[in-house]
Nanobody
């Protein structure tokens, strides 16, 4: 069965960095478009970034220039490198598989940006 397991969240000060990982299993990872989305406390789901199977990347304006999405198809792992973090980046971050919309996602990893 398809499984996506996020990790790497935590508490970080403003201006700091974190790298999120998403371990994928149960499908041919390299064939799929993958996505990071986030949900801040009390708010709706927000798209963060996409990466195509071929490696093309896309970012929300709110994270462009600060976040980098990448994938390691040999390790079946999706990453999100987050630099220059701001308090408004505080959220539960989910990775998702995209197949005509998000069809599977993990349980999320919490990122808290606070001094």
């Amino acid at each position: 069965q398809v499984q996506l397991v996020e990790s790497g969240g935590g508490l970080v000060q403003p201006g700091g960095s974190l790298r999120l990982s998403c371990a994928a299993s149960g499908f041919t990872f390299s064939n799929y478009y993958m996505r990071w989305v986030r949900q801040a406390p009390g708010k709706g789901l927000e798209w963060v970034s996409d990466i195509k199977s071929g490696g093309s990347t896309y970012y929300a304006d709110s994270v462009k220039g600060r976040f980098t999405i990448s994938r390691d198809n040999a390790k079946n792992t999706l990453y999100l490198q987050m630099n220059s973090l701001k308090p408004e980046d505080t959220a539960l971050y989910y990775c998702a598989r995209v197949d005509d919309g998000m069809d599977y996602w993990g349980k999320g990893t919490l990122v808290t940006v606070s001094s």
